[in-house]
């Protein structure tokens, strides 16, 4: 019976060893494979990565998602004091506005992308991290205090070639507010991709002061082009809303009708779902875009506005997206998608034109 019982206790102590050892391997190696699978697949989604890195498994900085809030962008150190500029200052920002959700914040646009929201913001920040400026005030510090407006002003730069042709952008947002992240900085970054060098204007609301900012601007890079390395020859303005207005107008009146000296008119207008109607017959070359389906800007209205403009001798096109409302932006995703590479082609075949 003793020779027996030692036998059974210890052939139960080996299966105890055996069974606590085989459930630790287990524990481990599930602990293991889990993680792996979380942190090597490629196809973690985005908020996974930035937990990953946030919780210190990279060396990276962590990156914007889709879920990252408006306001930690803004309050980014990373921008300093223009952080508040890369949305609309004349606009109220809830607390817990995502980067997906910005279009709620965008009267009258339609087709914002979040994708590219989040991809733009990444871009800034990637931009200045690597040590490059993008972001320049147009006035002095003087004029600042003078007009304390004038503080919500300025160019961010979405750089392209050293000394390549320059775009100047302006959003709309109906002399309301400056919609850039939807319909200045898709086109400056577009741009910048394709080697121009692209300028997102910010600028004060209300359709005169606008205009002194975009001939500020305007003056602003003539006088700098050679530090910022870019070819102010054969320039280009582009606009969509209220900001086709500003370009066309600048266009049509030039520099010196808005308090600046008088600079060369650029080769080309690059106009997106305006009203305007007046031709002054001194219009730069045109180029527009619209849809059928937008009840702010008629494409008829549209159509005749460029019709005039080639009566007069001067070179202008337009095309009219089927369905497309309002503030369509580059279009991605509809039927407008590529109208830039049109818009582009257009301004080449300007260049150099008397």
């Not at 590219?116 to 931009?127: F, G, H, M, P, S």
């Not at 320059?166 to 400056?178: D, E, M």
């Not at 002194?212 to 606009?239: P, V």
Request: charged share 25%; hydrophobic share 35%.
């Amino acid at each position: 019976m003793g020779k027996t019982w030692h036998i059974y206790r210890n052939s139960l102590r080996v299966i105890l060893l055996s069974g606590v050892l085989s459930f630790m391997l287990l524990l481990s190696g599930c602990g293991q494979t889990e993680e792996s699978s979380r942190t090597d697949s490629s196809d973690a989604n985005p908020s996974e990565k930035a937990e990953t890195v946030e919780n210190g498994s990279s060396g990276e900085e962590e990156d914007y998602t889709l879920e990252t809030k408006v306001m930690d962008v803004i309050n980014d150190p990373v921008f300093g004091d223009y952080g508040r500029l890369i949305f609309p200052v004349d606009r109220t920002i809830d607390e817990d506005l995502e980067l997906q959700d910005v279009g709620e914040i965008l009267t009258w646009y339609n087709n914002v992308n979040p994708d590219r929201t989040v991809e733009i913001a990444n871009y800034l920040k990637d931009q200045v991290e690597s040590g490059e400026e993008i972001f320049y005030d147009i006035y002095t510090d003087e004029e600042k205090a003078e007009d304390p407006d004038k503080e919500n002003t300025g160019l961010f730069f979405f750089r392209g070639e050293p000394g390549a042709k320059t775009a100047v952008i302006n959003a709309g947002g109906g002399f309301v507010y400056v919609a850039a992240m939807h319909d200045s900085f898709p086109h400056a970054m577009e741009l910048s991709q394709k080697g121009y060098n692209a300028f997102a204007l910010i600028y004060r609301p209300g359709a005169d002061t606008a205009c002194e900012d975009l001939a500020r601007a305007i003056a602003f890079l003539h006088e700098n082009a050679d530090e910022l390395q870019i070819d102010m020859t054969d320039y280009s303005l582009w606009g969509g809303s209220a900001g086709a207005r500003m370009a066309a107008w600048l266009g049509s009146y030039g520099t010196a009708a808005f308090g600046e000296e008088e600079y060369p008119a650029p080769a080309a207008v690059i106009m997106e779902y305006t009203g305007l109607s007046d031709v002054t017959g001194n219009e730069s070359p045109t180029y527009a875009c619209v849809g059928t389906n937008d009840g702010i800007a008629s494409y008829r209205s549209m159509e005749d506005y460029i019709s005039r403009i080639q009566e007069n001798g001067t070179d202008a096109e337009i095309q009219v997206f089927d369905g497309l409302r309002h503030g369509f932006g580059l279009g991605e995703g509809t039927v407008a998608e590529g109208w830039i590479d049109e818009a582009v082609s257009f301004w080449e075949r300007n260049a150099g034109s008397e």
